[in-house]
């Protein structure tokens, strides 16, 4: 249990810096008004898509780095590292390009109006966004790495630096140096009428959200990959790991396909969603932006302790050590499951004044009684999402990623859309109807995969031990993952 904590206290921590992009873009983009608001919720449909396909792809890496690890393959984490590193670059890229010149297509497809302010708005927001991209990526895939290394307090050091950075900058990048609230905080609307004088700038709005956030994340891309080809984070590499190997290649391909569309699913089903709730309006896109954004925030602890099972069901799968695997997952699970009971209760309490820090301005009202209502109605089901984040980490970290896809498209691809949309359309429900669509589906998807989870399938390990390592991990290259308590001990 305590390993667990220990491995998976960085991670946890790591996705809450992370949401704190978002937040700090949604709270300064809420200065600008609904219009404003409304723009990043259809932009974000987009975006938490491409961002979670991305990071299905370095599950196999996290995945490959923690088996050869436990297995005391030594060797060959440095190639796997290469080599996922060199995947990742390429796809980024090419989704960067794609992403720019179709995000006009995606906007409408989420129900974004062209002709209107929020389109505009979101437009120049999404292929800012598309634009960094690489940058985006470049940090996941280092992120993944060191998580299967058993490192994951380096990242979490990266990601403090980036978000206090994006933080510090955004309210100068969204507002400029005119009606600017944080000069208004510290008394110094002399100081910003001055420098409104000298130059003139007004902000960039909603672009300069995602400005903020590409120039942040980008730094720290820059100094994390730095770090791995130093060599200073424990792995080494050399230019012949950045070669194509086919079988690496194909391993990466084989087991991220599978983790990529299984984490996408989720974020293909808030775009689906984004699209049934804009049949309701604007305010409506606005109200449910927020509410995604704030359950995003609430649901990251059982992301990161589902990333640390991960990491100790690979290295202990890896190192014949299938108890000690299970009795991980059932630790995080009962973890997991009480603090989100506790979660649930604060966020239904209070839904009203959460949804009121994130808008300002004509129609506030509206957005938060609608981001409120969305809150209500799903924190009812956070002990159900959190303990599926769980066992799907499980499926994941024995390199089961097909099975970890079938159950999140079953999940979110089918069951989500169809309920919400029979819920919203046929039944007159509207947008509360989708919001009842996503909480009854989190009930029922992890009944399905603990089900699943129970006939004990998914214990069988991708990678072989060195033949010269044994059932043990390397005595001089053990991480709390690995080694975990005595085998008589929780």
Request: charged share 10%; no cysteine; hydrophobic share 55%.
């Amino acid at each position: 249990m305590w390993p667990l904590i220990v491995l998976s206290v960085p991670i946890v921590v790591t996705n809450l810096l992370m949401v704190g992009y978002n937040l700090a873009d949604t709270y300064w983009v809420g200065r600008l008004g609904q219009a404003g608001v409304s723009a990043l919720s259809f932009s974000w449909a987009i975006i938490f898509l491409v961002i979670s396909f991305g990071i299905g792809f370095n599950v196999a890496g996290t995945v490959l780095v923690a088996q050869n690890k436990g297995a005391g393959n030594l060797d060959r984490i440095a190639r796997v590292a290469g080599q996922t590193i060199s995947v990742i670059f390429g796809l980024s890229v090419l989704v960067a390009v794609v992403g720019v010149v179709l995000a006009p297509t995606m906007l409408r497809f989420v129900g974004a109006e062209p002709g209107t302010l929020e389109y505009e708005y979101a437009l120049a927001y999404t292929r800012t966004e598309f634009a960094g991209m690489p940058f985006i990526f470049a940090f996941f895939v280092f992120q993944s790495l060191l998580q299967g290394w058993g490192d994951t307090r380096t990242p979490l050091y990266l990601m403090s630096f980036s978000v206090a950075l994006n933080v510090a900058i955004d309210p100068f990048f969204i507002l400029g140096f005119q009606d600017n609230v944080l000069f208004a905080w510290f008394g110094l609307e002399a100081l910003e009428a001055q420098l409104f004088t000298l130059t003139g700038f007004d902000g960039w709005a909603v672009q300069g959200a995602a400005f903020a956030t590409i120039l942040s994340r980008g730094l720290a891309a820059a100094i994390g990959v730095w770090l791995l080809l130093s060599g200073r984070v424990g792995i080494e590499l050399s230019r012949g790991d950045f070669r194509p190997e086919l079988e690496t290649v194909k391993q990466l391909v084989t087991i991220g396909a599978p983790a990529s569309v299984e984490v996408s699913t989720k974020a293909f089903s808030v775009t689906i969603l984004t699209a049934l709730v804009a049949l309701a309006g604007p305010t409506a896109v606005a109200g449910y932006g927020i509410g995604t954004r704030v359950t995003s925030m609430v649901v990251l602890p059982a992301l990161g302790l589902a990333r640390g099972v991960e990491t100790v069901v690979g290295q202990n799968l890896g190192a014949g050590q299938v108890e000690r695997a299970e009795r991980g997952v059932y630790a995080a699970a009962g973890l997991v499951a009480g603090a989100f009971l506790l979660f649930s209760g604060v966020v239904y309490v209070l839904a009203d004044p959460i949804v009121g820090i994130f808008i300002t301005g004509s129609g506030a009202a509206a957005v938060v009684a609608v981001g409120a209502e969305y809150l209500r109605i799903v924190s009812l089901s956070f002990v159900f999402l959190g303990t599926f984040y769980i066992v799907q980490g499980a499926f994941r970290g024995s390199g089961s990623t097909r099975t970890a896809m079938g159950f999140a498209i079953v999940g979110f691809i089918v069951l989500r859309p169809l309920l919400a949309y029979g819920l919203a359309e046929p039944l007159g429900l509207g947008a509360t109807g989708v919001f009842v669509g996503d909480a009854l589906t989190n009930v029922l998807v992890v009944v399905l995969a603990g089900l699943h989870f129970l006939r004990g399938t998914w214990t069988d390990s991708v990678v072989e031990p060195d033949a010269d390592h044994g059932a043990e991990p390397h005595p001089d290259d053990r991480s709390p993952a690995a080694t975990g308590p005595p085998e008589d001990q929780d």
